[in-house]
């Protein structure tokens, strides 16, 4: 067993057994060619696929029929005096879900690819809630992992904290579209935020709000260096400088502002009908006018760093802004008391009291629909960097991408305005390729970053042009 990391992206492979469903345990790490898995905030569970080379015909004398226990266990060399960190489901086995791409590649030996979830993902599948659910959010989301009448694991798991209590009858749906309810309905008992996400890594199941996460100092750093001036691959701070550097890296997309108006992300109108006391109410959601209430990455929760928003806040005619526009308009009903508008009279007491919150989607739907939006639109860049088993989705990492120019760039500012600083970690894709010698991991990540460090320009005078008059007019007729 390694003591330390001997070059960027060494991993060890300490266990991948199969369990078919004659019970037999197959030992895979002298046939697996590369193994996958995916780490997503906008998923529930993690995913994976192993490529094997087979000899002996498994899916036939196993058999192998998507009905298989994985165990697994990865792990990075760790450094001197750092906690070893694993990717460790070897009791929290994953589930194999089906057999695919099975072809010859050689005499005698064949290929095939095994895919694989969660144990979680797959329970889902086959269970159904059928119940009035009563306490906050985050109760429930915890009764839907820990009761053994649903998915009872045995992981990890975070719950931040939500405010309120709710009656909720569960109509026949499984466990994880509670789970997604609560995403969207869930207010944080700190802050009020609105902002949740449900989604695993290989520390376990998180339900927490994006302000939970924006509070966390950055864990890691990645940056470009020039072609050459890699250090060689040793031991000590040659393989950390190695862990840091970005191998490839593509700018995805930043603000497309099609999506932006139709989604709701720079302004939205809500209508609420109350059908219990016959009125309605109208709220409106403006991006620009929220932006300093709402926590984003550069300031983080809790900091005292200026942001400023990711879009400006140019007029782009005589009546405003692009958050001045409300190109997205919901319409929900809502079922509050008479007595007291944060009570659901919905659902009430034997003693005819109504104790329980109310939907309230004006508290939630405007920004959170924004905030979620702005994570696929904001500023997104792919990363393809030497893998280690420290790195999580939901993390903050600090990423340094020049200026890309012919001319020379000031010193006092090496680095890309935009796409410099701190940046969430969405997706990662894991990649451990047996076949290389030595077998390497690599991670491709997709990180996105919600606000900037300098303001975006916004002169008074550059409004939308068009042209003086109008076109001319052809009324056609057929002839």
């Given at each position: 067993?390694?003591?330390?990391?001997?070059?960027?992206?060494?991993?060890e492979l300490e266990v991948l057994?199969?369990?078919?469903?004659?019970?037999?345990?197959?030992?895979?790490?002298?046939?697996?060619?590369?193994?996958?898995?995916?780490?997503?905030?906008?998923?529930?569970?993690?995913?994976?696929?192993?490529?094997l080379s087979d000899a002996f015909?498994?899916?036939?004398?196993?058999?192998?029929?998507?009905?298989?226990?994985?165990?697994?266990?990865?792990?990075?060399?760790?450094?001197?005096?750092?906690?070893?960190?694993?990717?460790?489901?070897?009791?929290?086995?994953?589930?194999?879900?089906?057999?695919?791409?099975?072809?010859?590649?050689?005499?005698?030996?064949?290929?095939?690819?095994?895919?694989?979830?969660?144990?979680?993902?797959?329970?889902?599948?086959?269970?159904?809630?059928?119940?009035?659910?009563?306490?906050?959010?985050?109760?429930?989301?915890?009764?839907?992992?820990?009761?053994?009448?649903?998915?009872?694991?045995?992981?990890?798991?975070?719950?931040?904290?939500?405010?309120?209590?709710?009656?909720?009858?569960?109509?026949?749906?499984?466990?994880?579209?509670?789970?997604?309810?609560?995403?969207?309905?869930?207010?944080?008992?700190?802050?009020?935020?609105?902002?949740?996400?449900?989604?695993?890594?290989?520390?376990?199941?998180?339900?927490?709000?994006?302000?939970?996460?924006?509070?966390?100092?950055?864990?890691?750093?990645?940056?470009?260096?020039?072609?050459?001036?890699?250090?060689?691959?040793?031991?000590?701070?040659?393989?950390?400088?190695?862990?840091?550097?970005?191998?490839?890296?593509?700018?995805?997309?930043?603000?497309?502002?099609?999506?932006?108006?139709?989604?709701?992300?720079?302004?939205?109108?809500?209508?609420?009908?109350?059908?219990?006391?016959?009125?309605?109410k109208t709220s409106n959601y403006?991006?620009?006018?929220?932006?300093?209430?709402?926590?984003?990455?550069?300031?983080?929760?809790?900091?005292?760093?200026?942001?400023?928003?990711?879009?400006?806040?140019?007029?782009?005619?005589?009546?405003?802004?692009?958050?001045?526009?409300?190109?997205?308009?919901?319409?929900?009903?809502?079922?509050?008391?008479?007595?007291?508008?944060?009570?659901?009279?919905?659902?009430?007491?034997?003693?005819?009291?109504?104790?329980?919150?109310?939907?309230?989607?004006?508290?939630?739907?405007?920004?959170?629909?924004?905030?979620?939006?702005?994570?696929?639109?904001?500023?997104?860049?792919?990363?393809?960097?030497?893998?280690?088993?420290?790195?999580?989705?939901?993390?903050?990492?600090?990423?340094?991408?020049?200026?890309?120019?012919?001319?020379?760039?000031?010193?006092?500012?090496?680095?890309?305005?935009?796409?410099?600083?701190?940046?969430?970690?969405?997706?990662?894709?894991?990649?451990?390729?047996?076949?290389?010698?030595?077998?390497?991991?690599?991670?491709?990540?997709?990180?996105?970053?919600?606000?900037?460090?300098?303001?975006?320009?916004?002169?008074?005078?550059?409004?939308?042009?068009?042209?003086?008059?109008?076109?001319?007019?052809?009324?056609?007729?057929?002839?």
């Open positions: 067993m390694a003591e330390g990391l001997t070059g960027a992206g060494d991993f057994d199969l369990v078919t469903v004659s019970g037999m345990r197959i030992d895979l790490t002298a046939s697996c060619i590369g193994i996958t898995i995916f780490e997503d905030i906008f998923s529930l569970a993690l995913t994976g696929t192993i490529a015909n498994l899916p036939s004398h196993g058999p192998i029929l998507g009905q298989e226990y994985l165990y697994l266990k990865i792990r990075t060399p760790s450094f001197p005096n750092v906690e070893t960190t694993a990717i460790d489901f070897s009791e929290n086995v994953f589930l194999v879900h089906s057999i695919s791409t099975r072809k010859r590649i050689a005499d005698g030996i064949q290929g095939y690819v095994l895919s694989f979830a969660s144990q979680e993902l797959i329970k889902n599948q086959r269970l159904k809630v059928t119940q009035s659910l009563t306490g906050s959010w985050s109760d429930l989301v915890e009764q839907m992992l820990r009761d053994d009448k649903y998915l009872n694991t045995a992981k990890n798991i975070l719950i931040e904290k939500t405010a309120g209590v709710k009656r909720f009858v569960a109509p026949n749906i499984r466990p994880l579209d509670v789970v997604v309810l609560g995403t969207k309905q869930a207010i944080a008992q700190t802050g009020g935020e609105p902002t949740f996400l449900f989604y695993e890594t290989f520390d376990g199941f998180h339900f927490r709000s994006l302000a939970s996460i924006y509070n966390e100092q950055p864990s890691f750093l990645f940056k470009t260096v020039q072609p050459g001036s890699n250090p060689p691959v040793g031991r000590g701070m040659n393989i950390a400088k190695q862990l840091e550097t970005i191998l490839d890296y593509s700018i995805v997309n930043n603000n497309d502002t099609i999506i932006g108006y139709r989604g709701g992300m720079y302004g939205s109108k809500l209508i609420t009908h109350d059908i219990v006391n016959k009125t309605y403006n991006y620009h006018d929220n932006f300093i209430s709402e926590p984003h990455i550069v300031s983080g929760t809790t900091a005292e760093r200026i942001e400023y928003p990711i879009v400006s806040e140019l007029y782009v005619n005589q009546e405003g802004r692009v958050s001045d526009f409300h190109g997205r308009t919901f319409v929900v009903p809502e079922t509050n008391s008479s007595l007291d508008s944060e009570k659901d009279a919905q659902h009430v007491t034997t003693a005819n009291t109504s104790p329980f919150n109310s939907y309230k989607p004006s508290s939630w739907m405007q920004r959170r629909n924004s905030q979620m939006l702005q994570l696929e639109n904001a500023f997104n860049i792919n990363l393809r960097v030497h893998g280690n088993t420290m790195i999580r989705v939901g993390k903050v990492v600090t990423v340094k991408i020049p200026y890309v120019q012919a001319s020379s760039v000031k010193n006092e500012e090496p680095f890309d305005k935009f796409y410099n600083g701190p940046f969430l970690v969405k997706r990662i894709r894991h990649d451990f390729a047996m076949m290389q010698s030595p077998p390497k991991h690599t991670m491709s990540m997709n990180l996105v970053k919600d606000s900037l460090e300098e303001e975006l320009p916004n002169p008074a005078d550059n409004l939308e042009p068009s042209a003086p008059t109008h076109g001319s007019k052809i009324d056609y007729a057929y002839t």
